[in-house]
C-alpha cells in the first residue's frame, strides 16, 4: 500500500508543471494586429467641428506661507502651504507665449466663512480653521494681521 501511494505521488509531482502549460494549435495564434487592420472595423475619431482657437488657462495661487506642517485637532500631519482665497487667472491662446501674471490684490483674503486655503500636492483643500491646531490657528492669525486682511468675524 505504502509503495502504491509512493508511485501516485511521484506521478503526480512529475505530471504537475505540464499540465500548467499551454501550447496553441498554430503558432501565429497570439500575434498582435497592426492598428488599422481589417479587425477594427472602420471606427474613426473625428474632432468636433469648431474651428475656434484653443485657448491655455494659467491659474497662480498667490502664496502666503513657505510649505509647513499642519496639524489637526485629531493629530494628524499635512505638509502645505497657506494660500488665499483669490486665484490670479489669465486666458491666453494655446501655443502662445504665457501672458504677464497680474498684480496680486493689497489685501488677500486668508480666512472666508470660518475656511482657509492649503496648496497639498499641488492642488488648492479648503479646510476648517476650526480643525487645525491652536498653533496653526495662531500663525494664520498673524498671516492675516500682516497681509492687512480683516479680521473675520
Given at each position: 500500500m505504502r509503495f502504491l501511494a509512493t508511485c501516485v505521488l511521484a506521478t503526480l509531482l512529475f505530471a504537475l508543471p505540464s499540465?500548467?502549460?499551454?501550447?496553441?494549435?498554430?503558432?501565429?495564434?497570439f500575434e498582435t494586429r497592426d492598428i488599422g487592420d481589417a479587425s477594427t472595423g472602420g471606427i474613426q475619431v473625428i474632432p468636433s467641428?469648431?474651428?475656434?482657437?484653443?485657448?491655455a488657462r494659467?491659474?497662480?495661487?498667490?502664496?502666503?506661507s513657505v510649505s509647513r506642517q499642519w496639524m489637526s485637532t485629531d493629530g494628524k500631519l499635512v505638509e502645505g502651504k497657506l494660500i488665499a482665497f483669490e486665484d490670479l487667472a489669465v486666458?491666453?491662446?494655446?501655443?502662445?507665449?504665457p501672458p504677464a501674471t497680474p498684480a496680486p490684490p493689497a489685501h488677500p483674503t486668508v480666512v472666508r466663512d470660518g475656511k482657509v486655503r492649503l496648496l497639498i500636492k499641488q492642488k488648492p483643500v479648503e479646510l476648517a480653521i476650526t480643525r487645525l491646531?491652536?498653533?496653526?490657528?495662531?500663525?494664520?492669525?498673524?498671516?492675516?494681521?500682516?497681509?492687512?486682511?480683516?479680521?473675520?468675524?
Open positions: 499540465m500548467g502549460q499551454v501550447v496553441p494549435a498554430h503558432p501565429t495564434k467641428g469648431g474651428t475656434e482657437p484653443k485657448k494659467y491659474v497662480t495661487h498667490i502664496v502666503l486666458e491666453a491662446e494655446a501655443g502662445a507665449a491646531s491652536s498653533g496653526d490657528q495662531e500663525f494664520i492669525q498673524q498671516t492675516q494681521k500682516s497681509c492687512g486682511s480683516p479680521t473675520p468675524k
